[in-house]
T-cell receptor, first 114, second 115 residues
């Protein structure tokens, strides 16, 4: 158990809908990261927050947004969903900003768009 | 443009032998490297890391070697066990306060250890 908690574990929704994925980092960790893993694909970095502020951005679509709250939990919002958004979304956390840090992953949220 | 490359999508090794997983990176701004192991439908779990000031780091059966001049690192697993069968991701982290200060993953190598 990495200490990173993600909810929901599984989610099925229709195209055009909006969903919110939630992440609670390990106790004391200030950085939260979101990654997307599509079928047979590697881990694509989406976005990183550090202590409530956006720190780095990767290949995140404009239809997607994220935030980190004062209690350090984070949410990833996916809107106007398309079939291609079906993927496993991972949250990870680390103690500080990423440089020189080990990041720890949650078990992921499976999103299926039908 | 893939900044972290794992050119072998899969690897099969006999139980008890050495597994060598390779990783190449393109950017000299990366200065911290990590290996993660992932089972299907689970999150990646951290295995071992190495800073660019070192060329080797060992933890039990796992050893990571870093060749900075070649921008290459490798993970050695000795001896390989069936439970090591998983996808292994190489990751690189860039220098703080640069645009590379984020963790970039390679595409992964699927290791099968045959009993």
């Amino acid at each position: 158990d990495s200490g990173v908690t993600q909810t929901p574990k599984h989610l099925i929704t229709a195209t055009g809908q909006r969903v919110t994925l939630r992440c609670s980092p390990r106790s004391g960790d200030l950085s939260v990261y979101w990654y997307q893993q599509s079928l047979d694909q590697g881990l694509q970095f989406l976005i990183q927050y550090y202590n409530g502020e956006e720190r780095a951005k990767g290949n995140i679509l404009e239809r997607f947004s994220a935030q980190q709250f004062p209690d350090l939990h984070s949410e990833l919002n996916l809107s106007s969903l398309e079939l291609g958004d079906s993927a496993l979304y991972f949250c990870a956390s680390s103690a500080r900003q990423s440089s020189g840090n080990t990041i720890y992953f949650g078990e992921g949220s499976w999103l299926t768009v039908v | 443009d893939q900044q972290v490359k794992q050119n072998s999508p899969s690897l099969s090794v006999q139980e008890g032998r050495i597994s060598i997983l390779n990783c190449d990176y393109t950017n000299s701004m990366f200065d911290y490297f990590l290996w993660y192991k992932k089972y299907p439908a689970e999150g990646p779990t951290f295995l071992i890391s190495i800073s660019s000031i070192k060329d080797k780091n060992e933890d039990g059966r796992f050893t990571v070697f870093l060749n900075k001049s070649a921008k290459h690192l490798s993970l050695h697993i000795v001896p390989s066990q069936p439970g090591d069968s998983a996808v292994y991701f190489c990751a690189a982290n860039g220098r703080r306060r640069t645009s590379y200060d984020k963790v970039i993953f390679g595409p992964g190598t699927s290791l099968s250890v045959i009993p």
